[in-house]
């Protein structure tokens, strides 16, 4: 005889067909229910609304040390990467319902509403509906944060090298003195004619950074951008 394998479910359906499921019961499920839509609601409101708090009532015995960054820490990465570090409410895209979760799994952890939360995003996160790599921060104090939740899709493995020339003036100079010397390079030895190669390359550089910095100047200008020293924790500039 081959022994039937025992389905748990399948138990606690037959229990409760024993014992009735009681409209108190059903009541008291759909109060839990309410509730927890109304607690993520509040969540949800505080996100997406401008609240000034400078930091939270966290338990520090029960926040994970790998999740707690400072500020200067967070501008280092936002200006290596070109990202804004802004408040939550400037997010153009509905947060998902995990960020929800998981502060409202936080904020029963620490006995505490939380708030003043900020968002680590590409510019275009907090223009257009984009989803790129947001990561969601509570602040602690001090200008300590806390990491709270990241989602969306990850950078581009190049991003940071690909927006270098924007970290700073001197970046800007240096990477068009490099494209400057390139052109040059690739110029070839009849292009000078009988002339001397080497003054004529030295006056096509010039000529050259000339050109390119004109270009870069138009850029700035026409696209409104501006440098990522400048825009990591601004809300206006490109």
Request: aromatic fraction near 14%; hydrophobic fraction near 45%.
């Amino acid at each position: 005889m081959v022994l039937k394998p025992t389905d748990i479910r399948e138990k606690l359906v037959l229990e409760r067909k024993k014992t009735g499921l009681f409209s108190a019961q059903l009541a008291a499920v759909k109060n839990v229910l309410a509730e927890n839509e109304t607690k993520r609601n509040i969540i949800r409101k505080k996100l997406t609304s401008k609240t000034p708090i400078a930091e939270n009532n966290f338990v520090f015995d029960l926040l994970e040390t790998e999740n707690i960054f400072h500020l200067e820490q967070i501008k280092a990465i936002c200006i290596d990467y070109r990202l804004r570090f802004l408040d939550s409410h400037l997010y153009k895209v509905p947060f998902p319902e995990e960020v929800i979760t998981k502060i409202s799994h936080l904020e029963k952890l620490h006995g505490s509403e939380l708030g003043g939360f900020k968002l680590m995003a590409p510019s275009k996160v907090f223009q257009l509906k984009k989803y790129d790599d947001p990561i969601l921060f509570a602040p602690i104090g001090n200008d300590y944060y806390y990491l709270v939740h990241k989602w969306g899709n990850d950078l581009h493995p190049l991003r940071k090298w690909l927006v270098l020339p924007f970290r700073n003036l001197g970046y800007l100079l240096l990477s068009i003195a490099l494209i400057s010397i390139l052109c040059c390079m690739a110029l070839p030895e009849n292009f000078y004619g009988e002339a001397k190669p080497a003054t004529f390359r030295l006056i096509s550089f010039l000529f050259l950074f000339k050109y390119w910095c004109a270009i870069a100047i138009y850029f700035f200008v026409s696209k409104g951008k501006n440098f990522n020293t400048a825009i990591w924790n601004s809300n206006f500039g490109g």
